[in-house]
């Protein structure tokens, strides 16, 4: 039995690759998607590459009517994608894509976000939705909160050392890379190709990302304690991919078999053997983290590297594995697509 | 019930294409992989990227065993092809992707390649791969001979202007632009990364390169008279996908209808309203076709653009379309996937 | 002696090119730059590579006293650029960058950009600014057009051939290949890195890319008879350079001759030996032409290829080559910077 | 006057390098090249981007005349350049670009690089050409080292702060990025436009690159005390960069004032204001190295990320500068090009 899903901002990099996802998917029929200045086109102007595909046209939100549909994918802007969801009918399965539900305390929202939540009621509600960490509760929620895909990243590397107690909770630094296509489809200089192209560099420098507020959120929970991680973000010309390079103090095998053990049994988080390390063209349009640990030459020190696409694993491979389990359909279902090499 | 094949030359590019698609093939299973100087190693070694895959051992092709294979995919280089093609117990279906038996006249062979032709019996068997038009030669054949990758871009152009004669057959001009990865993985000066990013040249200028021996071979015959056409490929900075740029004269309009009309059928071409035209960025990773059609100022002249992704299209995803038709499978099994954007 | 320039539209990408190159002239100095949005910043706020020498702030156009100031240089958008002029002092030199004052015919102009010539008493003063065949007007000029860095690279393929006959006038096609900085620093969607980088697709297909009026004009006026050619301007994943392809009927050696003999005195064209061609890769951040011609298989076709920086050659460095005649200064200094490669 | 130099091993990327720089240097004359496998080519055979200049043809190091030659530099491999250099004249001048002289004490040569150095009397004689901090020994030394090009770049972020006490020697880690040139114009496998092009990932990881030699040695040296650094080099989809991301324990505002003291008098090392950070793009082809400071959230911790270009600033363009140093020209000349963007 197919489940109906519409799409919120079908116009931007996530929505489209939701659509590229469920295109394949089984079980799931896209029956309505919205955009808000490229309402009354067709995916086939806005996204070319979805061209072969039967899909309904774009609409705006207040055109749209869920009555017989499922599930909302909500890859609205932040801020934008908080009013919509308060006025969304109650009876709607909700995976947010944007930052709006990610953080659970409100103040820690309004402190990384700049300005207090419209909906905090709805922030209570919400499950964070690194699926791998929060399955059961993802499973019968109603409404599930994307993570960061940076965010992500570094999570996969280092909850399982944490839980486990075998690093220094007091000195993580992660030093992290990532492709444009994170930033979305928004017309800033700084994304143009003359600027990116050959060139890289940090940004958000010194604690000011706002996926810091997850990791502090996440990290502090799992350790019982406050926990700060450093945190350097980097622009690479390339379109997607994230590497994350995390600094940790520890006995090297007994994190890389820590991180064995905890990912075990997890269809998409592959554990490199000790000492590889991953690359970010190795995961590119899949679902699949790639996670490698190597020790340093002076002991009691390893970097864990952690590598995963930021459009698909990172939100909407996420989101889409975070729907197969709220709807009650095999959580891979969809997900196994291999990457896209070279 | 599934189908069970080969895959010579595994440690190629169109070898790792072929595991990639079939990685979700229903119907197909892998069941052995052989490569020359990497014989030994597993798939997760040669390329990480199928490193979640259970896939068979990398093995020399003397070592393989063909009892219970269906069907052999041989990704080896050109000329290595044809002696292990004609080595092959007569019971196996085969699927070239080499360019060893494209050509159907063993004097074009030793034009075009510079050698006579090891296993000319073979050549006479084998049918020319461009599924389209080839369909029902395919599903009964033993032996296909996959076609070159521009070749196939050119003609998917083309074919259907010729044949409905609507062009001036003296008149053709095909500029072609290719991304690299179909000079495969060689070790060769011009495709490091420090020789080729940033920069674009043309290549094999002044009909010499090898794909111009299928174009004169297919179009003369369907135009049944001979026919050359004017071929200039250029490299481009980009990993996959290939943009033809056509120039032909014709009524424009007559020229968009007719292709219009003879793809109206096909699954994975798709025709561009009249006066679009496509990006290989649209098609990246897929086994789709983008054609469009734009008239020139000056009336009785056109342009044809036709992109597709060379390693998918263009190799892997033509032999695996073939393959379907062979093995009696649905012909847009595992194919279906939607291109990867951005 | 030093002389004093002002760049007006400093802010954009030919902007800064001519501070770059400026920046080691050993005879010219910069007094001062505007900007419209970005006035009041430092160069190094804007640009900053530039950060390293000291200029002058940026400030707006009505806020500039060009006493003392030899030459302008003019880099901002098409249609500004007219109305600016019109109000500069008649004591300064002037080379614009834009397309205003390319096209000496008002109706032609009309034709091309949509609407009439604000100051049509200026358009018949300016002079073509292609400075190998316009040198004598450019050194007693006031005002110099800048060519189109399209319109440049396709000059130098095919001036020498019209002008000496021969080629075939009717049968000319230029399929040209550029980088994406000649677009300029404007936040447009198909700019982003995320949408051009592994793409790439034609643009303003069919006749109707500006550049083809200065084709018209120039082609025309050698021939001494209406020459019309087809051209298809092609965007490429990489920020500089620009390959025509040039396809031309006539004898592949005589053209190779005609082009090295009318070239041979130049010191930025380098005609290639016969049957090489160039890349854009050996000529980019330079004001050097690469120019190589390859006859086809069919005799009486040939195809010439030319290659130069759009960002040197194709505006900014010409500019400069220009300015060095209008000022008195020996014409190749501050421009013989070798590529950089790779 | 000028001088006369040759270059060793000129078919490299840091000799096409030197080429390019000194192709504008008024003191400096190429004399001789030199090439192996290439001998016999001239270079516009084998770097078409130095078509325009008139050089030496490519010749055999032992068919050069060293008679009238001022100075040599050597851009050989490593191992190679050790028996060359043994081998030529006392009376010549030698700039070496490859590793075999940067370190002093010929058991951290044997131990980086895996076995004994062949000339260990000259390993003591030669200077190491970090000119801003070995200025006056390179202007009386017979032999300069090169250094890394990644050590150079960790060393403009660190030398000044552990020479002024200012941070923790124990809590060093060097996080850095570069472009794929800097391993050279060799044929490997990973260095393939297609296995590069969209990916990135660390190398020589765990303390493992050779570079940590240099580190070391220098560090050591400067604190009077054992420093060992952790250091991460990541390769990325780019031709020429270095991007240092440094961590490091102190007060960010002491560490970015005592940069730029140490730095304030220097014509090439530019220190951003405090908060800001580079990009590779602002450097690119350029000699110049721009740092930047920023304070984490947690006081006591700061990052200082580096940039410069690795063929120019990190090899040749510091081979060029300590060149002028040992020749009596002006330290600057031919190397205040302004950097290439974009």
């Known amino acids: 039995m197919s489940h109906r899903v519409a799409i919120l901002g079908a116009s931007g990099y996530t929505g489209a690759e939701l659509v590229r996802l469920i295109a394949t998917h089984p079980e799931i029929e896209i029956a309505a998607l919205s955009a808000h200045a490229k309402a009354g086109q067709s995916m086939a102007e806005v996204f070319p590459h979805l061209r072969h595909l039967e899909l309904p046209r774009l609409q705006r939100i207040e055109e749209l009517d869920f009555s017989g549909i499922d599930l909302v994918f909500c890859a609205l802007p932040h801020a934008t994608s908080q009013s919509v969801i308060k006025a969304l009918p109650r009876a709607l399965k909700i995976i947010d894509l944007s930052a709006d539900f990610r953080l659970r305390d409100p103040k820690a929202y309004e402190k990384w976000y700049g300005k207090p939540h419209e909906a905090p009621e709805l922030q209570a509600e919400a499950v964070y939705g690194l699926t791998e960490f ?34 220094d909770l007091d000195e993580i630094i992660i030093d992290l890379k990532a492709g444009v296509s994170g930033a979305g489809r928004s017309l800033k200089e700084n994304l143009l190709h003359a600027e990116l192209s050959e060139g890289y560099q940090a940004y958000a420098v010194g604690g000011t990302h706002r996926h810091l507020g997850e990791f502090d959120q996440e990290f502090s929970r799992i350790a019982g304690r406050p926990v700060e991680v450093q945190f350097t973000p980097h622009l690479i010309p390339a379109n997607r991919g994230i590497l994350a390079t995390v600094y940790v103090r520890g006995e090297a095998e007994e994190i890389h078999a820590t991180l064995a053990q905890a990912y075990a049994a997890e269809p998409f988080i592959k554990v490199l053997p000790f000492g590889a390390h991953p690359s970010t063209h190795h995961v590119r349009g899949s679902n699949y983290v790639h996670i490698g640990v190597v020790g340093d030459r002076r002991p009691g020190r390893a970097v864990v590297i952690a590598a995963l696409d930021n459009l698909t694993k990172g939100s909407s491979g996420q989101a889409l594995q975070n729907a197969n389990l709220m709807l009650g359909i095999e959580e891979t279902t969809g997900l196994t697509l291999a990457p896209v090499f070279p």
């Open 134 to 167: 929060y399955r059961e509760e993802i499973r019968a929620a109603r409404l599930v909160a994307g993570t960061g895909c940076n965010a992500a990243t570094g999570q996969y590397a280092l909850r399982p050392l944490i839980a486990a107690g075998v690093i």
